[in-house]
Nanobody
Framework: QVQLVESGGALVQAGESLRLSCVASGIDFEIYFMAWFRQPPGKQRDFVASITNGQITNVTDSVKGRFTISRDNAENTLYLQMNNLEPEDTAVYYC????????WGQGTLVTVSS
């Protein structure tokens, strides 16, 4: 069964850290271009970070210096380390396998209180 399962979302206070995980199954994970997106309440889904199969990373400007994307191909797992969280980071975070085919997880909720 092809699926992505996110975990690690929680309610935290501003300034705290979280690490999100996304476990992939049913795909050849190590060849995939992977990414994290997020959707704040009442807003559109936006790009957060990506990582190629060659470990090249990219993060959106609003989280640069605070969020780090990484992957463990041996464990078929994608990570998003989020430090110094801000209330504006409150959103449902989605893991996505982008290439060679598009697969999305169900999302995990991150709530940051001020």
């Amino acid at each position: 069964q092809v699926q992505l399962v996110e975990s690690g979302g929680a309610l935290v206070q501003a300034g705290e850290s979280l690490r999100l995980s996304c476990v992939a199954s049913g795909i050849d994970f190590e060849i995939y271009f992977m990414a994290w997106f997020r959707q704040p309440p009442g807003k559109q889904r936006d790009f957060v970070a990506s990582i190629t199969n060659g470990q090249i990373t990219n993060v959106t400007d609003s989280v640069k210096g605070r969020f780090t994307i990484s992957r463990d191909n041996a464990e078929n797992t994608l990570y998003l380390q989020m430090n110094n969280l801000e209330p504006e980071d409150t959103a449902v975070y989605y893991c996505a396998a982008i290439k060679p085919s598009s697969i999305w997880g169900q999302g995990t909720l991150v709530t940051v209180s001020s």
